[in-house]
């Protein structure tokens, strides 16, 4: 059960509408123009219903198969992200200071490509919504889908989503149950002093000093508090104070970013860093605001689905290009929120060679549009047989 002969057949078709979305991209719930060019191309393809508007400009729209069955979820996001393209090709974005980094492009022509297969021959029982969601990269577009009630709306009862990943082996797909990407949370501490002159520090409180023994300690939290197989990250990213060199500042700035697998160790770190905050304003006189941002959860894959998918891909792949059970990667993905309110799972299938995600000479692999749009169709074919 290879790549879909038929789908093979508008190979081009994926690959002319992923790379007209790439020349047009937009950011965060902005995607009006991306959900018009879906939604025409979802009318030519004569799908059943098309709901448009949701998440500002989100697209769910129903295939209907033959035959009583669940509905399944098959979800793309459509967002670009804030950085200036660098590669040179014809089909380069229009719209400085904005391109497509992280293949969400190349996600929408896949589940199109779907679309079409499945709207022609509905070789199914029950039903398949199509969810092109905006604002992934930051907005959490998934969230406000699930909020303003597509699961329940359009009676979804599983979910499934794939992320292209390029450095890996064209075609190869990546699997883990449980906690598979990491929650994403910000955090900023302030420290204020009393500023002075440099060559009489005595006559200050130096913020510098503090902020720098806050930093070495947040760091203690991974080796002293949390055990060495949990996997986390805490990254200090910034530091910001000062603005000459005689000059004692009156305040310094730091922030960064954590990253969890497990409510516990999050929890964990939040309380280690409160008090470590605390203890430092205390040691020397100086007041510290610590302040915590919560981002999108853990993305965790439910098992039952996981191994069905890794199933589903084993019939594209062929069962040595599945690698199941990988260790968690620590970025992360609002799809988190659609797997907290329906069973599914998320895989990645490698793009080949080419820059990393995320990069301004990032391009997604337009090879790799059959291959996930198959994917997505056996999904549904394979859950909902019509000879069952």
């Known amino acids: 059960m290879p790549v879909i002969n038929r789908i093979a057949e508008f190979h081009d078709d994926m690959k002319e509408w992923r790379q007209h979305i790439h020349a047009h991209p937009e950011l965060m719930f ?14 030519e393809f004569g799908v059943d219903e098309i709901h448009e508007g949701i998440a500002q400009s989100g697209v769910v729209a129903i295939i209907n198969g033959q035959g009583e069955g669940q509905t399944i979820g098959l979800r793309a996001d459509m967002d670009a992200l804030p950085i200036q393209e660098i590669h040179d090709h014809e089909y380069k974005s229009t719209v400085d200071g904005k391109m497509h980094a992280c293949g969400h ?6 589940l ?7 709207a022609e021959t509905r070789n199914f029982k029950g039903r398949v919504a199509l969810i092109f969601q905006p604002a992934e990269e930051g907005g959490g577009g998934a969230e406000v889908m699930c909020k303003e009630g597509i699961m329940d709306d359009f009676k979804i009862e599983q979910v499934y989503g794939i992320h292209n990943g390029p450095g890996r082996p064209l075609g190869q797909f990546y699997a883990r149950t449980g906690p598979a990407l990491a929650a994403a949370d910000e ?11 440099g060559a009489v520090p005595d006559q200050a409180i130096d913020p510098v000093v ?4 806050i930093a070495a300690a947040v760091q203690t939290i991974s080796s002293r508090n949390i055990s060495t197989n949990e996997h986390h990250v805490i990254s200090i990213t910034k530091i910001h104070t000062g603005t000459a060199s005689n000059i004692i500042p009156h305040e310094a700035v730091l922030g960064g970013t954590v990253r969890t697998l497990t409510k516990e160790v999050q929890a964990t770190i939040v309380k280690r860093m409160q008090e470590i905050c605390d203890g430092m304003a205390a040691a020397f006189d100086a007041k510290v605001e610590f302040e915590y941002i919560y981002g999108y959860p853990a993305m965790v894959n439910h098992e039952k689905e996981t191994d069905f998918a890794a ?5 594209i792949a062929g069962a040595q290009n599945v690698h199941e059970n990988v260790p968690p990667f620590m970025g992360a993905e609002d799809f988190a929120y659609m797997l907290e309110h329906r069973r599914g799972s998320y895989l990645f299938v490698g793009g080949g060679e080419g820059a990393s995600l995320h990069h301004p000479e990032y391009n997604f692999n337009d090879d790799l549009s059959p291959i996930g749009a198959s994917f997505f169709v056996k999904l549904v074919e394979t859950a909902q047989p019509l000879n069952a």
């Open 210 to 213: 503090v902020a720098v023994q």
């Open 105 to 110: 492009d190349g996600h929408t022509a896949m």
């Open 311 to 315: 199933e589903v891909a084993k019939g």
């Open 30 to 43: 902005d995607c009006h123009k991306t959900a018009a060019f879906v939604v025409e191309r979802l009318r």
């Open 187 to 197: 955090f900023n501490i302030t420290v204020t002093g009393a500023g002075g002159h």
């Open 112 to 118: 199109l490509g779907a679309a079409k297969y499945l």
